[in-house]
């Protein structure tokens, strides 16, 4: 809170309260370069506005209009104790426009929501170039967003963070699951690190083990493994879409490989995945080790090295894997689909 007070009979002002609105305005002024940098065609106007303004791109010519908003969740708790802010924007960004990607859209605009108790101009500032990394990186512009200071709602040092994604697809090309047939090739991509779901767990695991974050882990500092931002898939994805009949794309988030592959089966449908078919990377086999965590606990909260599910026929596997190796990303085939079974689960990893 702000300890300035105003003399004994003298009128209140909003400083008082502890609002700093001339720390807002500093704010903006530090964020509308770093906005620029994510400028591509369809904005109209900039930042500063009471509304983005964005013109749907045309080519298009049944433009559907595809949204998603998320949040960074607890990863917060452990920015604020290492005192790393950038990565979390770029993780804000990356949990809505990689959930508007699995079904084919490409990202037009991002608005993001920081809230604290305190504006810190500094860490505010590093968390918005967090997000236009991210957009950038998602090729979306960052279109605006809301900076809210509210005394008393949040502790020193901590706020908290909300973004909103916007993108389009053609009407034709929406990708929703539904071709998805037993024989299909269950291809995966590699995650970053934890990206940002299962960090309640994470910290408990950080609360029993009691690790030196800043020990060397596997070529970096454990900090560095825990904090690194989540993947965004969309551009070598978006280019994928253009060359190959893509049947179904799903976003491992909270839930893991096992509740998030089903999202986009039928119901006579299942994933069956070969744990053997892709390595668990050092930082989830040392959770899985300090929190004694069991396999399907692991598969169920974390992406355990997953980040990105994409179906295809058996006959464009290949095709897929090789151009998805070309763009930069590192693919294994995990599994097939095949029919499923009474009773059985929907997503299995043997």
């Known amino acids: 809170m702000n300890d300035s007070k105003a003399p004994a009979g003298q009128g209140l002002s909003y400083r ?29 106007g900039g930042i500063g506005g009471f509304g983005g303004l964005f013109e749907i791109p045309k080519r298009y010519k049944e433009p559907v209009l595809v949204s998603g908003t998320d949040g960074v969740g607890t990863k917060l708790k452990l920015a604020f104790e290492l005192n790393r802010h950038d990565s979390v924007g770029q993780d804000l960004v990356a949990m809505s426009v990689n959930d508007i990607l699995v079904q084919g859209a490409e990202p037009l605009f991002f608005l993001d929501y920081f809230a604290c108790g305190r504006l ?18 998602a090729g979306c512009a960052l279109l605006g967003g809301e900076t809210a200071e509210m005394p008393g709602m949040y502790p020193d040092g901590e706020y908290d963070l909300a ?49 030196d974050l800043q020990a060397d882990f596997d070529g970096r500092s454990l900090a560095d493994a825990l904090m690194a931002p989540t993947r965004i898939y969309v551009k070598p994805v978006l280019d994928l879409l253009t060359k190959v009949s893509v049947k ?5 988030t909270g839930g893991g490989l096992l509740d998030n592959v089903p999202r986009i089966l039928g119901e006579r449908l299942t994933a069956e995945l070969d744990h053997r078919n892709w390595p668990l990377p050092p930082l989830f086999d040392w959770l899985k080790r300090e929190g004694g965590v069991a396999d399907d606990e692991m598969h169920r909260v974390f992406n355990c090295g997953v980040g990105m599910v994409i179906v295809v026929s058996s006959d464009d596997a290949a095709l897929a894997s090789g151009l998805l190796s070309a763009a930069g990303e590192i693919v294994w085939n995990l599994g097939t689909i095949r029919r499923r079974n009474d009773g059985e689960a929907q997503t299995i990893v043997r």
């Open 248 to 252: 179904g794309i799903a976003h491992i």
């Open 163 to 211: 973004g909103f994604a916007v993108g389009v697809v053609e009407k034709s090309r929406i990708i929703d699951g539904r071709n998805i047939e037993p024989g299909d090739v269950v291809l995966g991509l590699a995650s970053s690190g934890i990206h940002s779901n299962g960090y309640s767990l994470v910290r408990k695991i950080i609360e029993r083990a009691q690790p």
């Open 120 to 137: 810190d101009v500094g860490t505010a500032t590093a968390v918005v170039g967090g997000v236009a990394t991210g957009c950038e990186l």
């Open 16 to 44: 008082d309260a502890g609002v700093d609105i001339d720390a807002g305005d500093r704010l903006v002024d530090a964020i509308k370069p770093l906005a620029k940098r994510t400028m591509r065609e369809g904005v109209l």
